[in-house]
């Protein structure tokens, strides 16, 4: 059903929408009443002026402030910062009405009360839809690869958000060698200690890890890189915090481990003329050529 919703026309899913929110403004009238008046309520006379005036008031601002543009699988704290905003409007409007017709039966506290209730219907519907749709085609999924990221900071947050929009990977926690972190929980995903990766690789399957640790020196992330050379897993780093100028980061920002970040030292631009004295008009043999130090001499050898 869900993926049936998300292949309905534009069209189609905003006038959904629309009818949702109509029905919230109901109901929100209806609770605001009946909180107010401390019984069940059911409209008479004049107050149903007020469940007429509501739907009139709030769909045409949504409209304005284009919430019926946002698409719910990615709603974030922009998107519900404009229903905050689009509801405040409603509510400074409704609130004037309100003093302004002195409808017997309808209290002018509604005006503040009903768009209390009323926000907080719209933004747990728009949560809620983001939940449930974004579970669309995970069924039967076939993930890529099973993740752990290593740093819970500003970055770690950013890349499993990407991962949780992308659904192509299982992100099994996160890493982090602050013991104020550990034993938390970011998203629904648990930051462990470094000294449960090996486990955490046996027992859950982990097939990847990525270090989302730009800002750390290079001693410490080849300590790190160092302690991670035994574990049977796919390891990529982010690149330096200097690299990365979007501020929004992406599993496609992962870079394979080069031979400079096994180094322990800051590299060094090679000296031609050095490789040029040895080897000019010489046969030279490179044992170990295969490997990453012997395959870059036979690269600087050859140019």
Not at 152 to 175: D, P, R, W
């Amino acid at each position: 059903m869900r993926n049936m919703i998300i292949g309905w026309p534009r069209l189609g899913k905003q006038l959904a929408v629309i009818v949702l929110d109509v029905a919230l403004t109901t109901v929100a009238t209806w609770i605001a009443f009946s909180l107010r008046l401390d019984y069940l309520h059911w409209p008479t006379d004049a107050q149903w002026w007020a469940y007429a005036l509501t739907p009139a008031l709030a769909i045409p601002i949504f409209v304005r402030f284009g919430l019926y543009r946002a698409i719910f699988r990615y709603t974030g704290m922009d998107a519900l910062m404009a229903i905050v905003k689009a509801v405040m409007l409603y509510g400074a409007i409704l609130f004037a009405i309100l003093l302004w017709q002195r409808w017997p039966g309808v209290p002018r506290s509604m005006g503040v009360l009903q768009p209390l209730v009323f926000l907080l219907l719209v933004a747990g519907s728009r949560m809620l839809a983001r939940a449930w749709l974004s579970r669309a085609g995970r069924h039967g999924l076939e993930y890529e690869g099973r993740l752990l990221i290593y740093g819970a900071g500003e970055s770690g947050v950013q890349t499993a958000a990407a991962i949780g929009n992308a659904h192509q990977y299982k992100l099994l926690g996160f890493v982090d060698d602050d013991p104020r972190k550990t034993g938390r929980s970011i998203n629904g995903a648990v930051v462990y200690p470094a000294s449960k990766i090996s486990e955490l690789v046996r027992n859950r399957g982990v097939t990847d890890i990525l270090l989302a640790l730009p800002s750390v020196s290079r001693a410490r992330r080849n300590t790190i890189i160092e302690s991670l050379r035994s574990v049977p897993v796919h390891i990529r780093t982010l690149p330096g915090i200097s690299d990365l100028t979007s501020g929004r980061i992406t599993v496609r920002d992962f870079k394979e481990l080069d031979v400079e970040d096994l180094l322990g030292r800051d590299p060094v631009i090679p000296d031609p003329s050095i490789a040029t004295r040895s080897t000019t008009d010489r046969v030279v043999l490179v044992t170990g050529a295969g490997g990453s130090i012997g395959s870059e001499l036979c690269r600087q050898i050859a140019l």
